[in-house]
């Protein structure tokens, strides 16, 4: 092996040592993480954006016959899209699976259990908020009018009070599950941006976004009473799911006629 490749190997070593040390020392460092993990999350949503952009500028006829602004809205959803794939994920598993909420290994109470993985989850999700509140404040109303900047407010406060405080993290993930409605919702979205309004994929998506909107939301509303802040966010499930109701029966309606 030539000295030049033995140099490289060295260098990358020696990155890949710092980074180590960078990531455990500073971004998951206990006292950091609240700070560092909502700082990533809003980083991490200028790359999504970028590469939505990048990616459907190169692959979706859609895209580059967009306007401006619903070229904006495409690259926020993808945004709203992969949080929620995300932090559903989180989500499922501490409430499901993780033995950190379970009472068969811990003896504290369970509201004020966390771990540096909870706190990081949760903070960039509140990245996530933040950078979404800034994009609908900078194109307002194009992006969500009044009742979004409610919702992404206070989910917003309750999630950094649970991260910081170090309490009721459960709960805050029981109520984050029903953010597993929110890529369907975009889902919609898409196909009627792309002119896919009559398809049967459209028709299939609002029957479904219909049934996990009444599983998920529904049953969170119970958490979410629990939880303190969402009393507000749980009337404001209801007129949107008044809204997929209605959209659900004229879909149908349309393709009865037909």
């Known amino acids: 092996m030539s000295s030049t490749s033995l140099q490289t190997i ?4 020696a990155y890949h040592h710092q980074a180590q040390h960078l990531v455990n020392n500073y971004l998951l460092a206990d006292p950091f993480i609240p700070y560092t993990s ?7 949503c200028k790359v999504v954006y970028d590469l939505c952009h990048f990616i459907s500028n190169s692959h979706s006829k859609t895209y580059i ?3 401006k602004i619903q070229r904006i809205e495409w690259n926020n959803r993808g945004i709203s899209t992969v949080h929620a794939i995300f932090i559903s994920a989180m989500s499922l598993y501490f409430v499901f699976w993780s033995d950190l909420f379970s009472d068969r290994w811990h003896n504290d109470l369970v509201v004020f259990r966390s771990s ?3 706190s990081l989850g949760l903070g960039l999700s509140i990245g996530y908020f933040i950078a979404d509140l800034g994009m609908i404040f900078w194109k307002y109303p194009s992006l969500g009018g009044l009742e979004y900047i409610v ?5 917003g406060v309750a999630v950094a009070y649970s991260l910081f405080s170090g309490e009721g993290q459960l709960y805050t993930y029981m109520v984050l599950i029903s953010e597993i409605t929110t890529p369907e919702i975009n889902l919609r979205w898409y196909l009627d941006t792309a002119g896919m309004k009559k398809s049967m994929a459209y028709v299939v998506n609002g029957v479904f976004i219909f049934l996990a909107w009444l599983v998920m939301r529904m049953h969170i509303f119970g958490y979410a009473l629990v939880f303190g802040v969402p009393a507000a966010l749980g009337v ?12 659900v029966k004229k879909t149908l ?3 009865c006629e037909c």
Do not use: D
Request: no cysteine; net charge positive; charged share 15%.
């Open 10 to 13: 060295g260098a990358i070593k």
């Open 65 to 67: 016959i967009l306007t």
């Open 253 to 255: 309606a349309k393709r």
């Open 38 to 44: 909502v700082l990533t999350g809003i980083f991490l």
């Open 236 to 247: 404001m499930n209801l007129i949107w799911f008044g809204k997929i109701v209605r959209g």
């Open 151 to 155: 919702h992404h407010s206070l989910s």
């Open 116 to 118: 540096r993985l909870s």
